[in-house]
């Protein structure tokens, strides 16, 4: 009996990844392509999604049945109506100063887009540089767009950061007026089908001329459905950046707190700046691996330090003006990258204390996913400060959007 197949693709910022899975939940392919110019070239994104398609073997391409796409979430392009870009992606960390003190001038009692990472912003900064004649679209949805061969939609837990209310599923009341909410995509929820692949596209692709498109969602949400947690579990990414989500009865509000509807749940957590990218700042790779290994992690390090890439934070503390605290910096190395893992942790602590004190209850574990969950010692530390158990996963967000399109396909 031939099986059914799925392709789950994974846009992230070093490369996009692809996973073919079977109607059993066993992946069959699996096939990855770092960006050759770098993550903000919107055309790179879509070269390398052709090649990795064109990768797949042509027995297991003739079975697919559905595709679902998640990116970072953020990451903003505007577009003609055609999908033609103009210009590169505002990425995610983009601060866009400029915009960001238009924010509450522009939204004084509607929303609270203080955080200068807001997509409103990178919205803002896109409108003034070209026109309102554009469309505003994050990277998943552009490749959803690709895929179609139409760029109406908008998945919704790509588009919370640009102001889309997931629970009342709108936009804002004080949207109405905007002369550029025109720009602004036609909102589906994650797991909905979008339609078919485009004839042209599939002809190019030797791709399955009935070959479902699927709204997918955030790479980070993406993240989590792969760890296939269990409602006890809580959920850490350790990336460039730090994530806590866990799966709740009913959305949660609270300063820096968002809610998803992944698969018909509803998904909390919080985003900080920590994690990943500021210890990158501060040593390579190899110095990383090296320097962990020296640690005792079942010694405190006696250091005390906020570990910020730069000024601001969204979580556990939303507060665009809160500083790094970097230093003193002893003269040992590693114990130096022991005082920024601790620091880490106890932001992490932080934040599930914080996730608590709104609703959501305890966790009883914590799965890890993401480059840090590989650090033995790294694990070891947050264990010791949290006060829980920790384990790793190290299954791909390309899988958890994959498992979208199967749940997509099998309803």
Same mark, same amino acid.
């Given at each position: 009996m031939t099986q059914s197949l799925v392709l789950g693709i994974d846009l992230g910022t070093s490369g996009v990844k692809v996973i073919a899975l079977a109607d059993n939940g066993k992946v069959i392919s699996e096939q990855k392509k770092e960006y050759k110019k770098g993550f903000i070239y919107i055309n790179e994104w879509k070269r390398n999604c052709e090649l990795l398609i064109k990768e797949i073997p042509k027995e297991h391409k003739k079975n697919l049945r559905a595709i679902a796409v998640d990116g970072t979430s953020g990451t903003l392009i505007a577009c003609r109506p055609n999908g033609e870009p $103009?210009?590169? @992606?505002?990425?995610?960390?983009?601060?866009?100063?400029?915009?960001?003190?238009?924010? *509450?001038?522009?939204?004084?009692?509607?929303?609270d887009p203080s955080i200068s990472t807001s997509s409103i912003a990178r919205a803002l900064k896109l409108i003034k540089k070209f026109d309102e004649n554009i469309l505003l679209r994050h990277q998943a949805d552009w490749i959803n767009g690709w895929l179609l061969n139409d760029w109406s939609w908008g998945e919704e837990a790509n588009n919370l950061k640009l102001g889309w209310d997931i629970k009342e599923r709108k936009w804002p009341s004080c949207f109405e007026y905007l002369s550029w909410k025109k720009c602004l995509p036609g909102i589906v929820k994650s797991g909905e089908i979008l339609g078919t692949i485009s004839q042209e596209l599939a002809s190019s692709l030797d791709l399955p001329k009935d070959? $479902?498109?699927? @709204?997918?969602?955030?790479?980070?949400?993406?993240?989590?459905?792969?760890?296939?947690? *269990?409602f006890k579990d809580g959920v850490t990414v350790l990336g460039s950046t730090l994530v806590l989500k866990r799966f709740v009865n009913e959305p949660l509000f609270a300063s820096g707190i968002t809610n998803h509807r992944v698969g018909n749940k509803w998904l909390c957590g919080g985003s900080s700046n920590t994690g990943g990218l500021?210890?990158?700042?501060?040593?390579?790779?190899?110095?990383?691996?090296?320097?962990?290994?020296?640690?005792?992690?079942?010694?405190?390090?006696?250091?005390?330090?906020r570990p910020l890439p730069s000024q601001g934070d969204?979580?556990?503390?939303?507060?665009?003006?809160?500083?790094p605290i970097l230093e003193p910096r002893p003269t040992s190395d590693s114990l130096y990258l022991h005082g920024l893992f601790e620091g880490i942790a106890k932001i992490e602590a932080q934040g599930w204390k914080k996730l608590i004190e709104i609703g959501a209850p305890p966790p009883e574990r914590i799965i890890t996913i993401g480059g840090g969950a590989r650090n033995p010692q790294w694990r070891r530390i947050r264990e010791r400060i949290i006060g829980l158990p920790i384990r790793t996963c190290s299954s791909p967000p390309a899988l958890g959007v994959a498992l979208l399109a199967l749940k997509a396909l099998n309803k």
């Amino acid at each position: 009996m031939t099986q059914s197949l799925v392709l789950g693709i994974d846009l992230g910022t070093s490369g996009v990844k692809v996973i073919a899975l079977a109607d059993n939940g066993k992946v069959i392919s699996e096939q990855k392509k770092e960006y050759k110019k770098g993550f903000i070239y919107i055309n790179e994104w879509k070269r390398n999604c052709e090649l990795l398609i064109k990768e797949i073997p042509k027995e297991h391409k003739k079975n697919l049945r559905a595709i679902a796409v998640d990116g970072t979430s953020g990451t903003l392009i505007a577009c003609r109506p055609n999908g033609e870009p $103009l210009g590169n @992606a505002i990425p995610y960390n983009d601060e866009c100063l400029e915009q960001k003190y238009a924010l *509450k001038a522009l939204f004084p009692n509607c929303l609270d887009p203080s955080i200068s990472t807001s997509s409103i912003a990178r919205a803002l900064k896109l409108i003034k540089k070209f026109d309102e004649n554009i469309l505003l679209r994050h990277q998943a949805d552009w490749i959803n767009g690709w895929l179609l061969n139409d760029w109406s939609w908008g998945e919704e837990a790509n588009n919370l950061k640009l102001g889309w209310d997931i629970k009342e599923r709108k936009w804002p009341s004080c949207f109405e007026y905007l002369s550029w909410k025109k720009c602004l995509p036609g909102i589906v929820k994650s797991g909905e089908i979008l339609g078919t692949i485009s004839q042209e596209l599939a002809s190019s692709l030797d791709l399955p001329k009935d070959l $479902l498109i699927i @709204a997918g969602t955030t790479d980070s949400n993406a993240a989590v459905l792969a760890a296939k947690p *269990k409602f006890k579990d809580g959920v850490t990414v350790l990336g460039s950046t730090l994530v806590l989500k866990r799966f709740v009865n009913e959305p949660l509000f609270a300063s820096g707190i968002t809610n998803h509807r992944v698969g018909n749940k509803w998904l909390c957590g919080g985003s900080s700046n920590t994690g990943g990218l500021v210890l990158k700042q501060l040593f390579n790779d190899a110095q990383l691996v090296e320097l962990s290994r020296q640690i005792n992690p079942n010694s405190d390090s006696g250091l005390s330090f906020r570990p910020l890439p730069s000024q601001g934070d969204r979580f556990p503390e939303n507060d665009p003006y809160i500083a790094p605290i970097l230093e003193p910096r002893p003269t040992s190395d590693s114990l130096y990258l022991h005082g920024l893992f601790e620091g880490i942790a106890k932001i992490e602590a932080q934040g599930w204390k914080k996730l608590i004190e709104i609703g959501a209850p305890p966790p009883e574990r914590i799965i890890t996913i993401g480059g840090g969950a590989r650090n033995p010692q790294w694990r070891r530390i947050r264990e010791r400060i949290i006060g829980l158990p920790i384990r790793t996963c190290s299954s791909p967000p390309a899988l958890g959007v994959a498992l979208l399109a199967l749940k997509a396909l099998n309803k």
